[in-house]
C-alpha cells in the first residue's frame, strides 16, 4: 500500500493492499477501496462509497459523493475506470465497469451508468437519468432524459445522434451485430405509428438479438422516463 504521507484516510476505511492514495487525498470511514484503484492528487472519497477492483485512475480533484439515507444508502463506482480532472460522481449513482469520465463531467444524483460508457469533457447527466451500457455522451452535452444502450447523445439539450458505432468497431462487435442494431434504431425511431407499436415491432423481429433486446428491455423497463431522442427537422 502506498499513502502520500499529506493524504488522510480514516482508521475505519477498507483498503486493499495494493491501493495507492496520493497527496492531500481524503478517504472517509465509510469507503471501500478495492484492489488496483489508485487515487492520484486532491482526490476526495466520502461516505458511504465503494470503488471496485481493477485499477480505477481517479485523477486530480474528482469529487464521489456519499450515498444517502433517502437515497440507495451507497454510491458505487464499478472496475477498471478513469476518471479524469475535475470529474464528479454525486451521491446514490451506480456507475459500471470500464466507464471514462472526461474532463470536468458531472453526474447528479440517483444517475445509474452502464458499463463501457464514454462521457465527453464536461458533459452534465441529471439526477435520476439512466444511461445505458456502450453509449457515447459529447463533450458539453446536457444530459436530462435516459440514454439508449449503445447509444450516442450530443447537444444541450442531448438529442440522439444515432447509435455509437465507433465505440462498437472498437469493442469488436462483429458486422452481424451492428447491422441488427441500425436496422433496429431506423424503426424503433421511425415516422410511422405510435412509439409503443414500433418497439413492440422491434422485440418481434428482433426477439434472438440479445443486444437489441437489451436496449427493449432497458426503455421497457421504466416507462416513466423521458429517453433522448432524435432531433426532428422542422
Known sequence: MSIHPTAIIAPEAK???????????IV????????????LSHVVVEGATTIGEGCNIIREHVTMHTGTASGKGMTTIG?????????????DCAVGDFVVLAKGATLGGHVTIGDYVFM????????????GRYSFIGGLAAVTKDVIPYGSVWGNHAHLEGLNLVGLK?????????????????????????FQERLDDVAEIHAGNPEVMEIVDFIRADANRPLCLPEREV
Open 79 to 91: 472496475s477498471d475506470g478513469l476518471y479524469m480532472v475535475g470529474s464528479h460522481v454525486a451521491h
Open 28 to 39: 472517509g470511514p465509510d469507503v471501500t477501496l478495492a484492489a488496483g484503484v489508485r487515487l
Open 15 to 25: 483498503l486493499a493492499p495494493d491501493v495507492e492514495v496520493g497527496p492531500y487525498s
Open 170 to 194: 472498437r469493442r469488436g462487435f462483429p458486422r452481424e451485430t451492428i447491422n441488427a442494431l441500425r436496422a433496429a434504431y431506423r424503426l424503433m425511431f421511425a415516422d410511422e405509428g405510435t
Open 120 to 131: 465527453g469533457g464536461l458533459a452534465a447527466a441529471h439526477q435520476f437519468s439512466r444511461i
